[in-house]
Each structure stands twice: as structure tokens, then as C-alpha cells.
T-cell receptor
Framework: AQKVTQAQTEISVVEKEDVTLDCVYETRDTTYYLFWYKQPPSGELVFLIRRNSFDEQNEISGRYSWNFQKSTSSFNFTITASQVVDSAVYFCALSETHGSGNTGKLIFGQGTTLQVKP | EAGVAQSPRYKIIEKRQSVAFWCNPISGHATLYWYQQILGQGPKLLIQ????????DSQLPKDRFSAERLKGVDSTLKIQPAKLEDSAVYLC??????????????FGPGTRLLVL
């Protein structure tokens, strides 16, 4: 069965520190997609990145970077030089594509609360 | 491009009352999802529509929850009667293609429900 684990419940850093949020997933599918979403205090889930299972290249977008490793079933997210505005709950999610029961729904992890202190 | 719209943003009701939530997806998005997010947890899918047909409602408590998507555009989620454990944020999301598999889902601001 598909599952996403975010072992870090809460992380607290001081502004300008780098921080990595861990995500480990389980799936029997060979084709799947991984996502990261940010949920600020306002409550809306903001899409950050989508990665398919065939693309293991790391990605960088400004201060954000993602490390996808199929060998360890991990899709970790790093924020470089964190800022107070990065404070939010971050969710990792999995979407499978094959099998009659797979409709594309997102399976979310429990989320990691990041607090960046000034 | 306008995002996913939801209303109301907040709702407080007493147990055994009924409540309805409304969602308008991004224009042109064929797939619509309702998720329930209990405090401290990740969202969990309640129901998924493809146009106006139900694709997945396996996690919907059908004895009290119902949803419809008339005309394949906006959608309504209803709870009747509400229980204390229904207190949560109800998130609506939409995505573009026919299957919905693997496509990015865009979320609305959510409706925070408190059942007393």
C-alpha cells in the first residue's frame, strides 16, 4: 500500500540557517509522482514542486532545492538561507498512476511544521 | 487565472445540525477533489469527480456525507447530521486532465468547520 512518512513533526531554526525536510514514501507502482506543498497559517495548500518517478535529477528553484533518490525512496526538500516567511507546515505527497484503484488521489504525509525565528 | 474558490471560510455548528460547503474549481479543470484535513494531520481524500461523475468515494462516510457536481463545474459537499469528529478543514482541489493521475492539484483556501 502507498504511504508517505515525514518523520520530523516540528523543526525550529534561526533565520538564514539551511534546513532540510525529510520525506520517505512507499509504493509498488513503477510510475508515480511526488509533490511538495506549503501550508501557511492562512490554511491554503500552495503547490511547490511535482516530480515524476523517471526523473531523478535534483531541482533548484531560488532558495528551494529537492533531492529525489529512488534507491532510498526519499524526496527531501531543502531551504537555503531560511526566512521568517518560510514558516509554515510542509507536506510531501504521492500520486500513483497504475492499477484500477489508482485514480490520481494524493496520499499526504503528516506534515512538518517549520518555524523560522528572526 | 482565478484560483479555486470555496465558501464559507468558517462555519460553527452544533452536533446533529447540517452544513454545506461550496467549491468552484479553476476554469477548465475537469477533475475536482474534496479532502478532509483534521488538525495535525495531512489531508485525506473524501471524494473525486471527473466532470460530473464520481471517480472515487471510497473514503466518504456515506451515511452522513454527500457531494454533487452538477454540470461538471462547481460542487457542493454536505454533512447531515454533523458529529463532533467532523471538525476539520475541508479542502477543495482541481486539476486539468481527463484522468487526474499525476497531475498537479491546486487547492482552495478551505472551509474550517467546528462542530460543538
Amino acid at each position: 500500500a502507498q504511504k508517505v512518512t515525514q518523520a520530523q513533526t516540528e523543526i525550529s531554526v534561526v533565520e538564514k540557517e539551511d534546513v532540510t525536510l525529510d520525506c520517505v514514501y512507499e509504493t509498488r507502482d513503477t510510475t508515480y509522482y511526488l509533490f511538495w506543498y506549503k501550508q501557511p497559517p492562512s490554511g491554503e495548500l500552495v503547490f511547490l514542486i511535482r516530480r515524476n518517478s523517471f526523473d531523478e535529477q535534483n531541482e533548484i528553484s531560488g532558495r528551494y532545492s529537492w533531492n529525489f533518490q529512488k534507491s532510498t525512496s526519499s524526496f527531501n526538500f531543502t531551504i537555503t538561507a531560511s526566512q521568517v516567511v518560510d514558516s509554515a507546515v510542509y507536506f510531501c505527497a504521492l500520486s500513483e498512476t497504475h492499477g484500477s484503484g489508482n485514480t490520481g488521489k494524493l496520499i499526504f504525509g503528516q506534515g512538518t511544521t517549520l518555524q523560522v525565528k528572526p | 487565472e482565478a484560483g479555486v474558490a470555496q465558501s464559507p471560510r468558517y462555519k460553527i455548528i452544533e452536533k446533529r445540525q447540517s452544513v454545506a460547503f461550496w467549491c468552484n474549481p479553476i476554469s477548465g479543470h475537469a477533475t475536482l477533489y474534496w479532502y478532509q484535513q483534521i488538525l495535525g494531520q495531512g489531508p485525506k481524500l473524501l471524494i473525486q469527480f471527473q466532470n460530473n461523475g464520481v471517480v472515487d468515494d471510497s473514503q466518504l462516510p456515506k451515511d452522513r456525507f454527500s457531494a454533487e457536481r452538477l454540470k461538471g463545474v462547481d460542487s457542493t459537499l454536505k454533512i447531515q447530521p454533523a458529529k463532533l469528529e467532523d471538525s476539520a478543514v475541508y479542502l477543495c482541489a482541481s486539476s486539468r486532465p481527463r484522468t487526474g493521475r499525476g497531475e498537479t492539484q491546486y487547492f482552495g483556501p478551505g472551509t474550517r468547520l467546528l462542530v460543538l
